[in-house]
């Protein structure tokens, strides 16, 4: 499974109603029953949101965020979904990884 990040973008303020808000939580529920959301939440600045999903392929994850009430019915206007490569201490923080090397200014 990887991981890909989702943002929600261009939300229309002003246009949220309890019964959206409900559909998009019954989403989030279900998502989260079928261990495919890490993460969710809004961001501070009102206008963007992120999910972090396991999915086998973007294409898989492209298909749940636009199933997501929030998506389908124009609250958020747009998105983005990005594959994330985790680093963490069991890959030495992507030290070595071929991405991170030929981004290497200078090797010692």
């Given at each position: 499974?990887?991981?890909?990040?989702?943002?929600?973008?261009?939300?229309?303020?002003?246009?949220?109603?309890?019964?959206?808000?409900?559909?998009?939580?019954?989403?989030?529920?279900?998502?989260?029953?079928?261990?495919?959301?890490?993460?969710?939440?809004?961001?501070k600045?009102?206008?963007?949101?992120?999910?972090?999903?396991?999915?086998?392929?973007?294409?898989?994850?492209?298909?749940?965020?636009?199933?997501d009430?929030?998506?389908?019915?124009?609250?958020?206007?747009?998105?983005?979904?990005?594959?994330?490569?985790?680093?963490?201490?069991?890959?030495?923080?992507?030290?070595?990884?071929?991405?991170?090397?030929?981004?290497?200014?200078?090797?010692?």
């Amino acid at each position: 499974m990887q991981k890909f990040v989702a943002i929600l973008k261009d939300k229309k303020k002003g246009m949220l109603t309890e019964a959206l808000l409900l559909k998009h939580v019954e989403h989030l529920t279900t998502l989260n029953y079928q261990s495919k959301l890490l993460l969710c939440g809004p961001f501070k600045d009102n206008d963007k949101a992120i999910q972090i999903l396991n999915c086998e392929t973007i294409n898989e994850a492209k298909r749940l965020v636009e199933a997501d009430p929030f998506i389908k019915e124009g609250y958020y206007d747009s998105y983005e979904i990005n594959e994330l490569i985790e680093a963490n201490e069991e890959n030495n923080w992507l030290i070595d990884i071929p991405q991170t090397q030929d981004n290497v200014k200078e090797k010692s």
